[in-house]
Nanobody, 115 residues
């Protein structure tokens, strides 16, 4: 089992920045990819960014150039640096981890961007 705990959400004005963190505990070894998803009210959950154990990344087109995902393998922690935030980035952001073909989710953290 892997437990994921997110932090760093909050309220920010458009154009501002936030940094989300997600710490994995429990069976933290052998975690392959870690990712951030988000879900806005009335919309499906969508992938924001993913980083694999080797460091390769991919991003949703809507956040490319504004968000950066990074990972500290020693701490089993993944970060999402979000810059130039827009009101449409408002959502609950969820951390996701894949370990031995099992997927785990955090409880989510709210990000609200005011115009």
């Amino acid at each position: 089992q892997v437990q994921l705990v997110e932090s760093g959400g909050g309220l920010v004005q458009a154009g501002g920045s936030l940094r989300l963190s997600c710490a994995a505990s429990g069976s933290g070894s052998n975690i392959n990819s870690m990712a951030w998803y988000r879900q806005a009210p009335g919309k499906q959950r969508e992938l924001v960014a993913r980083i694999r154990s080797g460091g390769s990344t991919n991003y949703a087109d809507s956040v490319k150039g504004r968000f950066t995902i990074s990972r500290d393998n020693a701490k089993n922690t993944v970060y999402l640096q979000m810059n130039s935030l827009k009101p449409e980035d408002t959502a609950v952001y969820y951390c996701n981890a894949e370990r031995l073909y099992n997927y785990y989710w955090g409880q989510g953290t709210q990000v609200t961007v005011s115009s």
